[in-house]
């Protein structure tokens, strides 16, 4: 095949790639073709159904759709003959005419309409055709409208949700001109299967699929009613999604995805819905102190009356007031940072901690998430990020996807998860809940709950039997084989299956498919690492790899899907008890001598970094009660809902003699402050965050912060300077430029890059090298260069079902909610889409209950006991009752276990033993 084609366009003589269209080749060279049915974008494929870009070829008779057409040696093209110009000028005229009216009263920008401005039509002459076409408005969906007045049957909505976001719920019914979309079975958005992504409104054209935000009374949407665009990351989860943000004065009115390198412009439900929590009415916007006389501290604060307990106060006493409750009480005091917000506030927030106080007492909510995967992988791989980017899935002939649940999680790496199996990739999906990917899964392995290491021991044990390793990978870049080796003989398939619930015919099944793969990724989630055993279900996963050579390949690769849009970066940054930033370790004296070189003159424990491990954010509370820790920094966490045993937890943060909360909300966790401070959203502040997949990438503020609320960089820095240390941070890119100083992972990685380029995936080699997608091809940063085999045990979970607490209680989450609820239950179309607290039961257990669907259940574990309302759903196993942690008014972490893993420190939140009762509805307030 030849490398290039060589044609002319417009006179010109141009080359084309193999596989390049006409229009591309045109676009390329900044020629004008007008397009609608295609939507120039990665994942959309041109469909020449509009022919609104058609061209001249010579010697042929008929016009030829130019997205679809690849040119030939020889090939003369015209894009602007008189011919090619009037067809076009006539089939948007003609699409015009089937358009709502478009005057004055009635103004409205689409694609469409730019379109037609570009073949230089104002509007149409045609008479408009008043046929009686399938109607019209649906309303339905509180995110999305539909106008089916305004469809031209391009089919842009379909391929987006089909083929795009592989959802599926799109289709096209009837024919040619009246063709329209329709949800599933032509059911109303609203009551469809339809996710939300919205996905179809960015493609669509014309209007006729909108966003509710910014249509007006008459229903009728103007998109470019905006007049600002900033471009930034979406803030809830780890896939780091670009986003442009739209806003018209101090509010955001839309957001569209863009073309990062981990979303090429695909969103989900909370990226580009979610966005206007930072606009409730709930924002914190004064600093806040507690009242002389306000009550006992406890749960009890109203966010819409807040005078009964707290006063306001100016930012000068408050700080002064939060400063002389920390200042100069050493190891008393102990600080919470927060994933949620930039690199350089988790780096200024641990810094702060480590250099004022004299130890190392500060920690995340990493230590609730992938704690116990980063220390197996610490541990045998030497590096805790991942070891390539999900979207090398791309590469990959077989996947495995355990413990996650990526359809409501990352959902935007799901994407391209189900757009692999429609490949023909296969998936191997293990979880005891019968999750979304299932549909798409080859392999569905719904095993027990807790069951990880003997099913994971299991396959291996097949792969070793059958001699299906690769012998070669094992030789050259592990260590520790024959040990593992040994260990695996005593996990026979047959052996495991009363633990799995897995015949061992699946079992061999899925290592044949696993072992007989040219290049397979994992993917893991919490289902993983939420356990006393998280280390070695990490360890099981990252010994399969290894010994099937699958790391450090295009396709190839351990990816612990990360949780909040900044875990990764905030746990670089060394927001983490046992490191400084880059996972040095604080036991190192070369690493503390480095510090105090670089922190030395600053004032407060003169940079000294002590040679003790910190606690983790588990412990540090338990400390509170041994009165060992007395006063608090927590900035962006909320323990008081995200902590196991909350009855516990909550008891600590009252028992504290001085706590300071910052957050953008009165949280469950502010409720206990002495001390608030108002902090500004994302959307509202400058700063790097870094993903998943180790790309750091720059976010920009696209509206100011509400009232008096600062931003969390400076608030850190005020703080720090009134408890005697002396920083000068002006901006972010200063403590930027400081943290390059210490952290050879943001090597080649500037600032200015950052605001140029937008993402930088890090190693990256060179100022021009955009990063290293894969890493560890030529061995591993350990000792010895090598990889290894830790081989892992059964250990049953911390507490099992007995005849009080029969059943098994899972927690986790739903599409859209985050977390503690803080953010998406103040997000208009979130809260509206899931309202109310809510479990999901097997509909045998429902039915053995006695309770309908719908109906009510209280929950109770040996810690505390919750009522809600109860969910069928076949996914969850007839002895397992799923229940998500966004809901104060039934927290799941009343009933959570607060065992711990003892590698990771992570709690049991993935199993503990409950008791199901039917209950009395909830009175209604
Ligand atoms: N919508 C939404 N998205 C989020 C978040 C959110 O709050 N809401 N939070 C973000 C954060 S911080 C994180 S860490 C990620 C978490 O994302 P995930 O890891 O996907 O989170 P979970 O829903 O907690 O659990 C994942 C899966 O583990 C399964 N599971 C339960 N027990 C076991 C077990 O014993 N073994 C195995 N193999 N599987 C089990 C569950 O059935 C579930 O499908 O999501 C991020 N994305
Ligand atoms: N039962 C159960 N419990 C769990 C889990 C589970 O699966 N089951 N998962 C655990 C996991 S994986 C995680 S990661 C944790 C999460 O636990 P947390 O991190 O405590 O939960 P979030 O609700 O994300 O808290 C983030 C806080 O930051 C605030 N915030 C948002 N943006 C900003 C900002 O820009 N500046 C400031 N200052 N504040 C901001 C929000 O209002 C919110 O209060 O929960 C853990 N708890
Ligand atoms: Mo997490």
């Known amino acids: ?88 000028k006539m089939v948007i005229e003609m699409l015009l005419a089937d358009q709502p009216e478009r005057d004055a009263a009635h103004d409205r920008s689409s694609h469409l309409w730019d379109m ?27 995110a999305m409208r539909v106008n089916l007045d305004a469809c031209i049957q391009c089919g842009l909505c379909v391929r987006a949700c089909r083929e795009v976001q592989v959802n599926d719920v799109i289709g096209m019914a009837g024919r040619g001109h009246d063709a329209y979309p329709v949800f599933d079975f032509d059911d109303p958005m609203g009551e469809s299967t339809c996710v939300a992504c919205g996905e179809c409104v960015q493609a669509c054209p014309t209007g006729a699929l909108m966003e509710a935000s910014i249509v007006d009374a008459r ?50 439900v909370k990226g580009r819905f979610g ?53 100069g009480r ?97 998936l191997i999906v293990m979880d005891p809940r019968g999750q979304a990917l299932k549909r798409h899964a080859a392999h569905m392995v719904q095993f027990r709950p807790g069951a990880d290491v003997a099913l994971l021991n299991s396959i291996m044990h097949v792969i070793a039997d059958e001699g299906l390793t690769d012998r070669q990978y094992i030789e050259a870049m592990t260590e520790n084989w024959e040990a593992q080796k040994a260990h695996l003989e005593g996990f026979a398939p047959e052996k495991m299956t ?140 909320n323990p008081a809902m995200s902590d196991p045993d909350l009855d516990h937890a909550r008891a600590a943060l009252a028992k504290l003699d001085h706590l300071v909360v910052q957050d953008i909300f009165l949280t469950e966790t502010a409720n206990y402050a002495d001390v608030i401070l108002p902090a500004s959203a994302f959307a509202e502040k400058a700063g790097t965050v870094t993903n998943t997949n180790r790309q750091v990438q720059m976010g920009r503020p696209a509206v ?21 240390l002396d920083w000068r941070y002006t ?38 090298d955009p990063g290293q997608p894969i890493v560890f091809a030529d061995g591993f940063p350990r000792a010895g260069g090598r990889a290894r085999f830790t081989p892992a045990d059964v250990i049953p979970p911390d507490e099992t079902p007995d005849a009080e607490y029969p059943m098994i209680l899972t927690t986790g989450r739903q599409l859209e909610h985050w977390h503690t609820g803080s953010m998406t239950r103040r997000a208009t179309v979130l809260d509206a889409v899931e309202p109310e607290a809510n479990c999901s039961l097997h509909p045998s257990t429902l039915r053995k209950l006695g309770v309908a669907p719908g109906g009510t259940v209280r929950l109770t574990t040996r810690r505390g006991s919750v009522t809600l309302l109860a969910r069928m759903d076949r996914a969850v196993a007839p002895d397992m009752v799923f229940l998500p942690f966004a809901y104060v008014e039934a927290a799941a972490n009343l009933l959570t276990n607060p065992a711990l893993d003892p590698f990771g420190k992570i709690p049991e939140f993935k199993f503990s033993a409950v008791k199901v009762e039917a209950a009395e509805p909830i009175a209604a307030e």
């Open 704 to 724: 100011p912060p509400p009232g008096e609320a600062r931003q969390d960089w400076w608030i850190v820095t005020e703080l720090a300077k009134r408890c005697g």
């Open 498 to 637: 009363g633990l799995t619930g897995i015949d061992a015919d699946t079992v061999r099944a899925v290592a044949r498919t696993f072992a007989g793969a040219k290049a397979a990724m994992i993917f893991w989630g919490m289902g993983v690492s939420q356990h006393i055993h998280g280390t070695d279900n990490s360890r099981c996963l990252i010994s399969l790899a290894l010994m099937t050579g699958q790391v450090g390949r295009p396709g190839a690769g351990l990816h612990p899907l990360r949780g909040q849009n900044n875990v990764q970066g905030a746990s670089d940054a060394g927001l983490i008890p046992m490191f400084l930033p880059d996972y040095a370790s604080v036991l190192s004296e070369e690493v503390r001598e480095k510090y105090a070189g670089l922190w030395g003159d600053e004032g407060g424990h003169g940079g000294e970094i002590v040679a003790e491990k910190g606690l983790t954010v588990t412990e540090i509370l338990g400390a509170v009660h041994d009165d060992r820790i007395k006063a608090m920094y927590i900035l962006g966490e």
């Open 219 to 268: 229903q009728i949407g103007d998109s470019a009613d905006w007049d600002r665009e900033t471009k930034s990351i979406c803030p809830f989860c780890g896939v780091g999604c670009q986003v442009s943000l739209k806003s018209k004065g101090d509010r955001i009115v839309k957001v569209d995805g863009i073309d990062g390198p981990a979303n090429e412009g695909r969103l989900c």
């Open 731 to 768: 901006h972010p890119r200063d403590v930027f430029a400081e943290m390059k100083q210490v952290m050879p992972s943001l090597d080649n990685i500037t600032w200015a890059r950052l605001e140029d380029e937008g993402a930088v995936t890090y190693p990256s080699l060179s100022p021009e």
């Open 330 to 426: 050493g190891r008393e005091v102990a600080g919470f940072g927060s994933a949620k917000c930039s690199n350089e506030e988790a780096y200024l927030f641990q810094k702060f901690i480590r250099q004022g106080f004299g130890h190392n007492n500060v920690d995340h909510c990493t230590r609730l998430c992938h704690a116990s995967s980063v220390a197996a992988l610490l541990e045998n791989v030497g590096s805790g990020a991942v070891t390539a980017t999900f979207n090398e899935i791309e590469n990959a002939d077989v996947a495995i996807v355990i413990g996650a649940n990526p359809v409501e999680n990352h959902p935007v790496a799901a994407t391209y998860f189900k757009q692999f199996a429609k490949r023909g990739g296969k």
């Open 116 to 142: 037609a401005e570009a073949n230089g039509i104002a509007e149409s002459r045609l008479p408009t055709l008043e046929a009686e076409r399938i109607p019209l408005l649906d309303d339905s969906h509180v």
């Open 1 to 88: 095949m030849p490398d290039t084609i060589t044609f002319t366009l417009d006179g010109e003589t141009v080359q084309a790639r193999p596989g390049e269209t006409i229009w591309e080749v045109a676009n390329g060279r900044g020629l004008v073709i007008p397009h609608l049915c295609h939507k120039p974008a990665p994942g959309y494929r041109p469909d020449g159904n509009c022919r609104a870009c058609m061209v001249e070829i010579e010697g042929e008779r008929t016009l030829a759709a130019s997205c679809i057409r690849e040119p030939t040696d020889g090939m003369v093209v015209t894009t602007h003959s008189a011919r090619a110009k009037s067809a076009r």
């Open 275 to 327: 966005f206007d929590y930072i606009h409730h009415p709930h924002r914190l916007t004064v600093p806040l102190i507690r009242r002389d006389d306000a009550p006992a501290k406890g749960l009890n604060v109203d966010p819409g009356n807040l005078s009964t307990h707290f006063r306001k106060a100016t930012w000068e006493e408050a700080l002064e007031a939060a400063a002389a409750g920390l200042r």
